[in-house]
Nanobody
Framework: QLQLEESGGDLVQPGGSLRLSCAASGFTLAYYTIGWFRQAPGKAREGLSC????????DYADSVKGRFTISRADANNSASLQMSGLEPGDTAIYFC???????????????????WGQGTQVTVSS
């Protein structure tokens, strides 16, 4: 059974850092593009970052560029999102997702992603 599971969400003070993980099971993550998204209460889901299967193409939303870094660890069938300089506006549920069509690039559009994890809560507050 194909499954994605996020972890690493927590309560953190402004300016702090967190590392989110996305563990895949039931399939080989190396063949898929991975995306990270978030959704805050009352707001639309936002595509934050993506990485292609080869790991040589990444994309970031302007809101997180320079603060967040996506990576993949195919040997561990997992991916990560390193977040630093966290702000209260980063408070949201964070999701990882996969799609299997793009190889040389990636998209941050949620409609292109086929499988999603259940999400992990990140709260930035003093």
């Amino acid at each position: 059974q194909l499954q994605l599971e996020e972890s690493g969400g927590d309560l953190v003070q402004p300016g702090g850092s967190l590392r989110l993980s996305c563990a895949a099971s039931g399939f080989t993550l190396a063949y898929y593009t991975i995306g990270w998204f978030r959704q805050a209460p009352g707001k639309a889901r936002e595509g934050l970052s993506c990485i292609n299967p080869k790991g040589d193409f990444t994309d970031y939303a302007d809101s997180v560029k320079g603060r967040f870094t996506i990576s993949r660890a195919d040997a561990n069938n997992s991916a990560s999102l390193q977040m630093s300089g966290l702000e209260p506006g980063d408070t949201a549920i964070y999701f990882c997702a996969i799609e299997g069509r793009r190889i040389n690039s990636c998209s941050r559009s949620a409609v292109e992603y086929d499988y999603w994890g259940q999400g992990t809560q990140v709260t930035v507050s003093s």
